[in-house]
C-alpha cells in the first residue's frame, strides 16, 4: 500500500498549526461486583436496585478491593505492554457532587496500579507509537437525573462504585483520525482481554480529551484544554476540531488560552467553559485509609502473563505471514477478536486470500446492514468457507456467488445445495461455451465487422450477450478467452 | 442479695450461671437505675422493651457457656445497631436508623448479651469531655460538676453508676482510656485491627478502635474476648486467632521489664499525678517486675501529629453526610450547593466544623506536604520510638491523663487546653498499640486518677496481665455516691 503523509494541520493567517491531544479513557471493568463492594454491574437495572450501604456509603460502611477487578487492570496493563506496580495506593478524592455518595471517590494518584506502556496505531503514514502515562484503578460515580421532575433531581447509584480503569496517554496523538484509531485500538486490545466491553452507548467507555495547539516545528507544547467526558468517538473528533481551531483564533488574535475545563455541547458541536484552573477543584488527595496499599505478588503477575491471549499486535503479523493477508486486511481482520476467529475458521476450510477478501466485501456490508455483530451472522464460518471454496475451484462466478449468498442469508441453507437445486453451477465446458459464443457472434455479424474496425468498446457488449444467454453462469474468464479468441483471430 | 449492679460483670456472670440471679432481674434493676439517673444524662437512646423481651428469651432458654450469658448492656451511640437508632451524638443523624449492626456489637449479642441503650458521647467522637454532643453534656457520678471525660463520656458515666454492667467505646486519641481515668474505671485501647471499625460511625479511620471499658480487669478480659475477632469486612482487620484473654489471665509478673518513658512527665503537671505514677511503680516493683528507664524522643510531636492527621482524616469520612442519602437535611437549601451548606451547618456542631476545617486546610494543595506528609512521617518516628523501646521492655508505664476529671465547662472555650487532656493517650493511637487505663488513686479532692499501660501490638494479653496483678495490689475503690437520684 502507498504510504500518505501525515498531514494534519490547522491552517491559520500566521501558519500552520500541530495539534497535540491527550486522552484519559475511562474504561469500566468486565467484572461481576464492584470496585469496593459486592453489588451487581450489570447494565440496565432499575434505578438504585443495584446499591449496597457501602456504595451509598452508610455510616461505618468500609471499602473492599475486589480482586477481580485488581486482575483485570493488571491484565490490561500487560495488553497495554506497561509496567506493572507490585505497590500501588488507594487515595480518596474529595469533592461534593450528590451522585458521589461518599464525598470522595476511591481513586489512585501517586502509585498507580499499572505505570508507563505503549499502544501502536496503523496509520496510512505508516505505524505510530502512543505512549501510555499510567493506568489507575477508581470508582465510578452515580448518575444525575435532572428531568424527571421539575424542581428535584433524582440520583441512581447503579453505576456508583463500579471500578473504572483509567488509562492516560502521553500527549502523542496528533489528528482527530488518531484518536479514532487509538481508542479503537484500546477497546480492541481490551475486548480481546475480556477486561472491558467497549460498550460506549452503555458508557462503558469515556474520555476527558486534552487539547492543545502550537505552530509547526515548535517544541514548546501550548496551554492546553481538557474536554470532560466525551462518550463517542465520533464526538471526540468533533470536539477537537472545534477546540483546536478556536484556539488558534485565540492565538492569531493575539490572546492568550486559558488553561480550563470544557465542556462539548454535541448539540451545538461547540466547547464552552466549564471552570478555569482558578476555580478548579483542590481535590485533598490523600491515601484512603480505610485501605491498605496494594501489594501484588510478582507470581500473580507472570500467572496473568502466561494467561494472556494472542493480541491483536501478534494476530495481525501472523495472519500476514501465516495467511498471506496485506496490513490493510489484516489490521481489519484482527481488529475484533470474533471476527479474526471467524476469519481463521473459514481460512482453514478454504482459500486464506479470497476468504478474506470476501469477509470484507459481501459479509461485512450485510452485517452492517442489519446491525449485527459477526457472533450473530446467520451464515456460519462453515457455510461461507464453502461458498469461498466453490467460487475458488470456479464452480461458481464471483457473480452467482452474490446471489448464492443472498440465498443463504433467505434460507439457512448451504451454498452447495443452493447452487445443485437452482443449477447455478458455473459452465465452464470451452467447447460448450465456443459453439454458444459462435452462435452469438453469427447473430450480430455487423457488430463483429464493427469490432475489427476498431470498436474495441464492443468487446463488452459482447460479453454480456455471453452472460445474458448463459443465465449469467459462463465462466467470465473462459468466456474472456473465447471471445478474443474468435474476434481477433 | 444486695444491689447486684454493684457487682463486676464477672460477678454478675456467676450469678446468672449459678441462677442466682436471672437476666429478666438484672435487665429490670439495670433500667431501675438508668430510669433514675436521668440527671447523668448518659443516655441518648434506651431499648428498655426489646431489652426485656431478650431477657425473658434468654431465661426461658439459656445458655451458660456464653461468655455473656444473659447480660443487658448498653454501647456508645457510635456503633450503629440495626433498627436502633444511631446518632453519633451529631444533630446530623438525630433521626438515622441502620439497618445494619457493626460487628464489635454483633460479636457482643452472639455471645449471648443483648441492648440495653446508646450512650452519649461527643459528636463524631470529637472531644474529651462529652460536652460537644448535640444530645447535651453528660456529667461525671463521681461528682455533680464534673465532665465523665470524652468522647466515651455517655459510656464512662454509665459503667460508673452502675447504669450498664460493662460497656463498649471507641478510642481514637484517648477516647476510652480518658473517661476510664476520669471515673475510676479500667479502659482498653486495643492494637489497631484487633476489633472490626465494620458498622462504627467512622472519626479517624487509622485511628480509631473499639475496646471495652469495665469495672475490673478480669471483665476487661471477657468483653475484649468477645468483642475483638477478624472481619473481612474491614479491610484493616488483623486476621489472627481470637485468644482467651479471661481464661489466660495471670497475676505473675516476676521478671517483666517495664519502661518508663522520662518524655511522660510535663510541665504544669499537678505533683498528684507524679505521685501516683511513683506508687504505681512501686507496686510494679514489689510484685517483681524490673522498672527500666527509657526514651520516647518524639512524644511531644505527638498531639500537633494528631491533630493534622485525625481532623484531614474525619474532614473527608465526615463529607459523606450532606443530606441527600440519609440523616438530617435542612429545609432552606434553594439549590443543592446551598442545601449542602445549610444541612452542614445546622447539623454539625462548633468542634466538628473547627476540625473539618482544620483537616480540609491542612489537606489543600499548598499545604498538604507541609503538614499531612509531614505529620506521616513523623508518624513513623513516632511508631519506631515505640517498637525500638520494645526491644527492651515488656509494657510502658505512664499516667493516663495530665488531670483529673475537670469542671463542666472549664475548658470549652480553650479547645487547645481541651486537646491537651489527651497528651498521654494519643502517642498509641498514633502507632496502632494496645493501651490499658487502670484506676490508681484519687487526687486532693477525691477524683479518680489512672495509669496507663502501653504493650506491643497484639500483646492484649500482658498488659491485661500486668494489670490484674496491679489491680490487687492497688487497693482502689471507687466511691461513688449515688448522689443523682
Known amino acids: 500500500m502507498s504510504k500518505e503523509k501525515f498531514d494534519y494541520f490547522i491552517k491559520g493567517e500566521k501558519g500552520k498549526y500541530e495539534v497535540v491531544i491527550g486522552l484519559e479513557v475511562h474504561a469500566q471493568v468486565l467484572s461481576k461486583s464492584k470496585l469496593f463492594s459486592g453489588s451487581s454491574t450489570k447494565f440496565g437495572a432499575d434505578p438504585n436496585n443495584q446499591v449496597s450501604l457501602i456504595d451509598s456509603a452508610f455510616p461505618g460502611m468500609l471499602p473492599v478491593i475486589n480482586e477481580e477487578c485488581v486482575k483485570q487492570a493488571v491484565k490490561t496493563g500487560l495488553g497495554l505492554n506497561a509496567k506493572i506496580n507490585n505497590y500501588s495506593v488507594f487515595d480518596r478524592k474529595n469533592y461534593f457532587y450528590a451522585d458521589l455518595p461518599q464525598g470522595y471517590q476511591i481513586s489512585q494518584y501517586k502509585n498507580p496500579i499499572v505505570g508507563e506502556g505503549k499502544v501502536l496505531l496503523d496509520m496510512p503514514y505508516g505505524s505510530k507509537e502512543i505512549g501510555i502515562e499510567r493506568l489507575h484503578l477508581e470508582q465510578d460515580a452515580g448518575k444525575s437525573i435532572h428531568d424527571m421532575d421539575p424542581s428535584n433531581t433524582y440520583v441512581d447509584l447503579n453505576r456508583s462504585g463500579i471500578a473504572l480503569m483509567e488509562i492516560v496517554s502521553k500527549p502523542d496523538l496528533r489528528s482527530p483520525d488518531e484518536v479514532n484509531a487509538y481508542i479503537k485500538k484500546l477497546r480492541s486490545i481490551m475486548r480481546y482481554l475480556g477486561t472491558c466491553d467497549g460498550n460506549m452507548q452503555e458508557g462503558s467507555l469515556r474520555a476527558d480529551v486534552n487539547v492543545s495547539v502550537r505552530k509547526e516545528g515548535d517544541k514548546k507544547f501550548g496551554t492546553r484544554c481538557e474536554i470532560k467526558n466525551v462518550n463517542s468517538i465520533k464526538f471526540m473528533q468533533m470536539a477537537i476540531q472545534y477546540e483546536a481551531a478556536r484556539q488558534v483564533e485565540l492565538i492569531e488574535s493575539g490572546q492568550e488560552i486559558n488553561q480550563e475545563t470544557r465542556l462539548f455541547d454535541t448539540k451545538k458541536n461547540e466547547t464552552r467553559s466549564m471552570r478555569s484552573k482558578e476555580d478548579a477543584h483542590d481535590y485533598r488527595y490523600f491515601p484512603d485509609p480505610d485501605l491498605l496499599p496494594l501489594k501484588l505478588e510478582q507470581k500473580l503477575i507472570d500467572d496473568i502473563k502466561k494467561s494472556l491471549p494472542e493480541l491483536p499486535d501478534k494476530k495481525k503479523e501472523r495472519f500476514i505471514k501465516e495467511y498471506g493477508l496485506n496490513t490493510y486486511e489484516s489490521n481489519v481482520l484482527v481488529s475484533d477478536k470474533e471476527i479474526s476467529d471467524y476469519y481463521e475458521e473459514v481460512a482453514k476450510l478454504s482459500d486464506k486470500k479470497l476468504a478474506a477478501t470476501w469477509m470484507m466485501g459481501d459479509l461485512f456490508a450485510m452485517l452492517n446492514e442489519r446491525g449485527l455483530d459477526i457472533s450473530k451472522s446467520p451464515i456460519s464460518a462453515k457455510h461461507f468457507a464453502e461458498l469461498v471454496q466453490s467460487i475458488k475451484s470456479g464452480e461458481i462466478s464471483g457473480r452467482i456467488a452474490k446471489e448464492v449468498f443472498e440465498i443463504m442469508l433467505e434460507t439457512g441453507d448451504n451454498p452447495k445445495k443452493i447452487i445443485d437445486s437452482k443449477g447455478l453451477k458455473q459452465q465452464s465446458d470451452p467447447k460448450e461455451l465456443e459453439k454458444m459464443i459462435n452462435e452469438i457472434l453469427s447473430k450480430n455479424k455487423d457488430k463483429v465487422d464493427q469490432y475489427k474496425s476498431g470498436k474495441e468498446k464492443l468487446f463488452g457488449f459482447f460479453v454480456g450477450q455471453v452472460m445474458k444467454s448463459s443465465g449469467g453462469k459462463a465462466n467470465p474468464q473462459l468466456t474472456n478467452e473465447i471471445l478474443k479468441k474468435l474476434l481477433n483471430g | ?485
Open chain 2, 1 to 485: 442479695m444486695t444491689d447486684i449492679t454493684n457487682q463486676s460483670l464477672n460477678e454478675i456472670i456467676e450469678n446468672v450461671k449459678t441462677k442466682k440471679v436471672s437476666s429478666m432481674e438484672l435487665t429490670k434493676a439495670y433500667i431501675k437505675n438508668i430510669e433514675s439517673a436521668k440527671k447523668l444524662n448518659a443516655f441518648v437512646t434506651t431499648t428498655f422493651d426489646q431489652a426485656i423481651d431478650k431477657a425473658k428469651q434468654f431465661d426461658n432458654r439459656p445458655n451458660f457457656d456464653q461468655l455473656l450469658p444473659g447480660i443487658p448492656l448498653a454501647v456508645k451511640d457510635l456503633f450503629c445497631t440495626e433498627n436502633t437508632k444511631t446518632t453519633a451524638g451529631s444533630n446530623i443523624l438525630n433521626n438515622f436508623i441502620p439497618s445494619y449492626e457493626s460487628t464489635v456489637t454483633k460479636n457482643l449479642w452472639n455471645n449471648g448479651s443483648f441492648l440495653l441503650g446508646k450512650l452519649n458521647c461527643d459528636e463524631f467522637a470529637m472531644g474529651s469531655s462529652n460536652e460537644t454532643s448535640h444530645y447535651g453534656n453528660v456529667i461525671n457520678p463521681v461528682g455533680d460538676q464534673l465532665v465523665p471525660g470524652g468522647s466515651s463520656g455517655g459510656s464512662s458515666s454509665a459503667l460508673a453508676a452502675n447504669l450498664t454492667p460493662a460497656t463498649i467505646g471507641t478510642d481514637t486519641g484517648g477516647s476510652i482510656r480518658q473517661p476510664a481515668s476520669f471515673t475510676g474505671t479500667v479502659g482498653l485501647k486495643p492494637t489497631y485491627g484487633l476489633c472490626s471499625r465494620w458498622g462504627i460511625v467512622a472519626f479517624a479511620s487509622s485511628l480509631d478502635q473499639a475496646g471495652p471499658m469495665t469495672k475490673t480487669i478480669k471483665d476487661c478480659a471477657i468483653m475484649l474476648e468477645s468483642m475483638s475477632g477478624f472481619d473481612e469486612k474491614d479491610s484493616t482487620s488483623i486476621n489472627k486467632k481470637k485468644e482467651k484473654y479471661s481464661k489466660n489471665l495471670k497475676d505473675n509478673i516476676k521478671g517483666l521489664k517495664i519502661g518508663i518513658p522520662k518524655e511522660y512527665r510535663v510541665d504544669n503537671m499537678p505533683n498528684e499525678i507524679d505521685e501516683l505514677w511513683e506508687k504505681g511503680k512501686k507496686i510494679l516493683k514489689d510484685l517483681g517486675a524490673q522498672l527500666i528507664d527509657i526514651s520516647l524522643p518524639h512524644t511531644k510531636y505527638a498531639l500537633p501529629t494528631y491533630y493534622i492527621v485525625a481532623p484531614a482524616e474525619a474532614s473527608s469520612n465526615l463529607a459523606r453526610y450532606d443530606g441527600v442519602k440519609y440523616g438530617y437535611r435542612s429545609k432552606q437549601g434553594k439549590d443543592l450547593v446551598e442545601m449542602y451548606e445549610k444541612t452542614r451547618s445546622e447539623g454539625f456542631g462548633d468542634e466538628v466544623k473547627r476540625r473539618i476545617l482544620i483537616g480540609t486546610y491542612v489537606l489543600s494543595s499548598g499545604y498538604y506536604d507541609a503538614y499531612y506528609l509531614k505529620a506521616q512521617k513523623v508518624r513513623q518516628l513516632i511508631k519506631k520510638d515505640f517498637d525500638d523501646s520494645f526491644t527492651k521492655v515488656d509494657a510502658i508505664f505512664t499516667p493516663s491523663t495530665p488531670s483529673s476529671a475537670f469542671k463542666i465547662g472549664e475548658k470549652t472555650n480553650d479547645p487547645v487546653s481541651m486537646y491537651l487532656n489527651d497528651i498521654f493517650t494519643v502517642p498509641v493511637n498514633l502507632a496502632g498499640l494496645p493501651a490499658l487505663s487502670l484506676p490508681a488513686g484519687v487526687d486532693k479532692q477525691g477524683h479518680p486518677l489512672g495509669l496507663q499501660l502501653i504493650g506491643k501490638t497484639l500483646d492484649e494479653q500482658k498488659i491485661l496481665n500486668i494489670g490484674f496483678a496491679f489491680e490487687k495490689n492497688c487497693s482502689f475503690k471507687n466511691e461513688i455516691k449515688k448522689w443523682w437520684s
